[in-house]
């Protein structure tokens, strides 16, 4: 039988303890499951594509998770999930809104390759509330993090904040 690869795509500017939730449960349902780093800059990145591998790739390997890889693209879902001989597509869901807006992307992707299913994943009830952009928000404005990501990331994030400058000083 063929090697069942899954893809969990997102930008992971920075990995949070959601992510973490997702990859460790995704990767129980594949044999092999690529971790996507990707770029959307809409979502105004703190880290370079590059240092969000790194961290990824060290998280990843400080939770024991071994059948993952970390891969850098920047082209259509699809096609990424196509070259790597994906027959998955991973994605978590914290909320309603997000089923919203990943069952839309779901019909669009199986438009273009329906071979290859997307499967959601619950968040932890936990962990529902942890969003990237939230967490990098609530440290930009020197608040503390260490509930949403690991310490190594809380650590990362606050040395680009000590970097970038802290916002509001009420």
């Known amino acids: ?17 959601g992510h973490l939730d997702i990859i460790r449960r995704g990767a129980k349902l594949v044999d092999k499951l690529i971790i996507g780093v990707t770029t959307n800059m809409s979502k105004n990145p703190m880290f370079t594509p590059d240092e969000r591998m ?3 790739t060290r998280e990843l390997a400080e939770q024991g998770i071994d059948n993952v890889e970390v891969v850098g693209f920047n082209a259509l ?7 790597q001989g994906a027959s998955v597509i ?4 914290r909320a309603v809104a997000d089923f919203e807006y990943e069952y839309q992307m779901a019909g669009m992707n199986q438009q273009l390759d329906a071979e290859i299913e997307t499967v959601f994943l619950m968040a932890d ?10 967490v990098k928000e609530i ?3 020197g608040g503390d993090i ?8 809380r650590e990362d994030v606050i040395a680009r904040v000590e970097k ?4 509001g000083d009420y």
Not at 1 to 17: H, K, S, W
Not at 125 to 134: D, F, H, M, T, W
């Open 1 to 17: 039988m063929a090697e069942r690869i899954g893809v969990y795509p997102g930008t992971f500017d920075p990995i949070t303890l």
């Open 54 to 56: 790194a961290m990824v």
């Open 77 to 83: 879902l699809m096609k990424f999930a196509r070259a």
């Open 90 to 93: 991973i994605r978590g869901l």
């Open 125 to 134: 009830v936990s962990l529902q509330p942890i969003a990237s952009k939230l």
């Open 139 to 141: 440290a930009l404005f």
């Open 146 to 153: 260490s509930q949403f990501v690991t310490p190594a990331i």
């Open 164 to 167: 970038v400058g802290r916002l």
